[in-house]
């Protein structure tokens, strides 16, 4: 009962974790279940896919009924990556698992320069902070507008989503949060959490296959899983009243975390 | 583009959303705690709990892990059955784009999980 305490406690932080900033938390989970807790990759990756799914729908019920997550914009671009999945899957013959990697790190980079001077902007007008988490936002009265012309770029990256989720095992909310942000022009906080509700959608079918062919142990998924959920219920809650700027930040770290290890999967080093 | 928040699309979903997930952890940890109270195979035990025969043959066993199988299972389903209720609020409510959208993904999650379905079994390869 002592490891399924503590197995529980880390699902508990990289729930928390993930909901605040929109990603599923596998870069937390399968890094921790392997290095810390000495489980098999393959253990350690189909658990990590069933907690993505537990950390979107215990944000998102919160989410979704607060008005933060944009239902629409998720499901519009979710049609890019699951095409993009789909493609990926006919491809893996064809792709080099090196190439897209270095063009998921670059991708990457140009995400943490934008988001960087996006952070000096704001610093230089410090003072006009924009209060993005409406509780209204984005479907009621007042509701940012966003850049509706640049939907088609937004639907290709999360096709390049589809298909890097496809081949490399990363990339749900790593790329979805920066399109749905930086692209289509959402404040940070609505970013996050129209992520958090489509990445469980996007892991959906790889968790059943895990699950369906037995590879999910329910030993060890079990407690990791409840500790996620109680994580994404938190997180749901505390992540709006952090401010856009603070998550901006966070995210900064996560993304250039993701290039690093993506341009060291490249290099094959 | 602007739309009342608490429409019947966010009403529905919002509300799939929390039973599944209420569901789901609830049988997970009655899996759980019946894994602790009977002193069954858990993470403690060093042992692994996937088996070679699947998931069927996992919660058919009745045990306490194949009572945690089945709430991940629910869990997992939870996403298709939110995509399945955004389908008929965006057809009660008209919204042609988006029943086309929410077709095409709900209709390649079912093939996927067709797909591993028939995997499983052998029948596809």
């Known amino acids: ?269 | 583009m602007i739309r009342p928040a608490n429409d019947e699309l966010t009403r529905w979903v919002s509300r799939v959303l929390a039973t599944g997930t209420a569901l789901a952890i609830g049988v997970v940890l009655v899996g759980m705690a019946l894994t602790w109270l009977t002193g069954a195979t858990g993470a403690g035990a060093g042992t692994s709990g996937a088996t070679s025969g699947g998931l069927l043959t996992q919660i058919a066993a009745f045990t306490p892990a194949s009572i945690v199988s089945l709430g991940l299972l629910l869990l997992v389903l939870t996403p298709v059955a939110v995509l399945v209720v955004a389908l008929v609020a965006f057809i009660r409510c008209g919204e042609h784009r988006y029943v086309r959208i929410t077709s095409l993904v709900l209709g390649l999650l079912i093939v996927g999980v067709l797909a591993a379905g028939l995997v499983s079994t052998g029948v596809g390869g």
């Open chain 1, 1 to 269: 009962m002592g490891l399924d305490l503590l197995l529980a406690a880390s699902g508990l932080g990289a729930g928390l974790f993930g909901s605040i900033l929109g990603l599923g938390g596998g870069i937390l989970i399968v890094p921790l279940l392997t290095l810390a807790f000495g489980y098999p990759l393959s253990t350690a990756v189909a658990t990590s896919l069933v907690c993505v799914i537990a950390t979107s729908t215990g944000a998102a019920a919160h989410n979704v009924s607060s008005g933060r997550a944009d239902v629409r914009l998720g499901l519009t671009l979710e049609n890019g990556t699951v095409v993009g999945a789909v493609s990926g899957g006919l491809l893996a013959g064809f792709l080099h698992e090196r190439l897209i990697a270095g063009l998921f790190a670059g991708l990457m980079a140009y995400t943490a320069i934008t988001m960087g001077r996006e952070l000096l902007r704001r610093r230089a007008v410090a003072g006009t902070q924009v209060d993005v988490l409406q509780p209204s936002a984005p479907d009621g009265p007042g509701a940012p507008s966003y850049r509706r012309h640049r939907l088609p770029l937004a639907l290709a990256g999360s096709f390049f989503a589809g298909i890097v989720s496809g081949l490399l095992g990363i990339g749900g909310g790593a790329i979805k949060v920066p399109l749905v942000h930086l692209v289509m022009g959402a404040p940070m906080g609505i970013a996050v959490a129209t992520s958090n509700f489509i990445i469980g959608v996007t892991a959906a079918a790889g968790a059943y296959a895990y699950l369906v062919r037995g590879e999910v142990d329910p030993a060890i998924t079990g407690p990791v899983v409840l500790g996620v959920a109680a994580g994404a219920f938190l997180g749901a809650r505390v992540g709006p009243h952090i401010k856009p700027r603070w998550l901006t930040a966070l995210f900064l770290v996560v993304v250039v975390y993701v290039a690093v290890e993506m341009a060291i999967r490249a290099l094959g080093a």
